[in-house]
C-alpha cells in the first residue's frame, strides 16, 4: 500500500497526515488505535458530533438533550458534513 494512492487535497489535511502514518511499512512507525482516534481529525466539532449521533441511542437523556440543543449552531454552517444528505435529509 503506498501514500500515493492517498493524494493530498482529496482527504483534509488532518485526515492526510494521520493516513500517512497509519499506511507505513513499518509497524513500528504506525499510530496505535487510540492514537488515531484522539488524532487532530476526530477533535473536530463536525466529526465529534458525527460520532455522538452514531451513538446517540446509547447516551444518556442529559447528554442527548444538550447534544440536540447545541445542534442548531452546527447546522448553520452549509459546508458542514452535517449537512450533506447521508446525514440529514431535509431542514
Not at 489535511?13 to 487510540?34: C, G
Not at 488524532?39 to 440536540?68: G, H, P, Y
Amino acid at each position: 500500500f503506498s501514500t500515493n494512492l492517498i493524494r493530498a487535497g482529496t482527504v483534509p489535511a488532518d485526515l492526510f497526515t494521520v493516513l500517512q502514518k497509519i499506511l507505513s511499512p513499518n509497524p513500528a512507525e504506525r499510530p496505535t488505535i487510540a492514537a488515531f482516534i484522539n488524532s487532530e481529525f476526530f477533535m473536530d466539532v463536525n466529526v465529534r458530533a458525527i460520532r455522538f449521533l452514531e451513538q446517540l441511542n446509547e447516551k444518556e437523556e442529559v447528554q442527548r438533550v444538550t447534544f440536540l440543543r447545541g445542534l442548531p449552531k452546527l447546522l448553520q454552517d452549509e459546508k458542514s458534513p452535517l449537512c450533506s444528505q447521508r446525514v440529514m435529509r431535509e431542514r
